[in-house]
């Protein structure tokens, strides 16, 4: 329990110090007017309550990442603890804070156009589709996860207890999410879904430190404790994606700057909510191994629902069991649904498509619904893996383009710089030995991550002595 102990700690003093330190390398600006009131459009860009902007960002990136994720990766072993901490720390709450900032500052920009500003247009054009796809992806995913689980919630209720039918329930919700003024119904349902997320969060955590068990600490050494043999590095960082750091949170950050009232909201939204979600995931990863006993039990306990189930129904009764299972179901249904909205948004911006009609908004969004519906039948191990690959990938791109937006700002770069790195490793090192990548032995693959990395920063130093020599 003391690893466990110490990792929460520390995700807090993260917040408070490290998190106060990319804020004030960032410099906010409390008098500088947001774009909810400097192009306030009754659609998209509305001035919001804080504490409801905080709830939907929260709820936008939370996904099933942070609960699947961490106890998937807690089968690596303590060195999923570090990963969770450090990774928020200092990569995923930075990537959220600077993206979710700099597209304030530029008018609720989505993600591609920021890139595109601070990396040319050939990366503008990729990161837009690549942002298309990954919407699409994340649809999908979070179609499926919460529909599954709500089957087996209403099981013998007859045909609402299939996963069809809850299917159909969602994805009707996603069209009217994706369409209509942000305030009508995501800023109205998505207080319920906040209340259930924390109940769960809070309940499953009580259960983490009451509940009699085994749990791992770091004195059992950083080495894969994976059943299957998998290396911690780079697995454990693809698994545990939305616990640590997450491209897909760039994607709905510019949501929530065309709500926000002043630049001092920024830290508590964004560094915030990152935070908030790497607690989640450290909670549930303690979770699921005090509540199997061993690796090998989790491993075979399977679908990490199957386990998510079995806690809830153990260490928290009926009741408690409900809500936190509809905790669990929000989390995906909260990050579909502004996953399309994103994706209309995003299409909306390089198209230079105005989005102040139901029609306008409609024309966009019926070929991402379309895609969407039809990538719902692929299995959903291929999926998952493809999305967090994709999501990862994001993320890194991301972190280069804030180190030169800090870099021709003048500021400290290397708080995106070190990450952007590190992620570089983790991406290429992934794809070239995963099964669904070229399955190439795991030292050429790290071997690879690792140039990758080196002439990445090589260019990055080059060009940075360029920007200089110009100013001379």
Partial sequence: MVTFYVALACLILGYVVYGAFVEKIFGVDPNRKTPCYTKADGVDYMPMPTWKVFLIQFLNIAGTGPIFGAIMGILFGPSAYLWIVFGCIFAGAVHDYLSGMISLRQNGASLPEIVGGELGPVIRNVMRVCAMVLMVLVGAVFVTTPAGLLANMASGWGAWGTAGVWSTVIFIYYILATLLPIDKLIGRIYPVFGVA??????????????????????????????????????????????????????????????CMKSERLGRPVFYGAMIVEG????????????????????AEMGNPAVVVNEICQNWMGTLGAILAILGVVAAPITSGDTAFRSARLIAADFL???????????????????LSAILMVVDFDVLWRYFAWFNQTLG????WALS??????????????LP??????????????????????????????????FVLTVLFFRWKSKQILKKL
């Fill in 197 to 258: 997320l924390l109940v769960m969060a809070v309940g499953v955590g009580y259960g983490v430190m009451t509940n009699p068990g085994w749990m791992p600490e770091l004195t059992d050494g950083l080495a894969s404790h994976h059943p299957k043999g998998h290396a911690v590095l780079p697995m454990l960082c693809i698994t545990v994606a939305c616990g640590a750091i997450s491209g897909f949170h760039a994607t709905q950050s510019p949501m929530m700057a065309r």
């Fill in 279 to 298: 607690i989640v995931a450290l909670i549930w990863a303690a979770a699921a191994i005090k509540f199997a006993g061993s690796y090998e039990r989790l």
């Fill in 352 to 370: 230079r498509f105005p989005q102040d009609k139901l029609w306008r908004r409609l024309a966009l969004s019926l070929p991402i619904f379309i």
């Fill in 396 to 399: 890194m791109i991301t972190l």
């Fill in 404 to 417: 030169v937006w800090l870099t021709r700002h003048q500021k400290c770069y290397w708080i995106a710089l």
């Fill in 420 to 453: 952007a790195i590190f992620m570089t490793f983790i991406i290429l090192c992934y794809i070239l030995m995963a099964p669904e990548g070229f399955k190439l032995p795991l030292n050429v693959a790290v071997a690879a991550g690792v140039a990758m990395a």
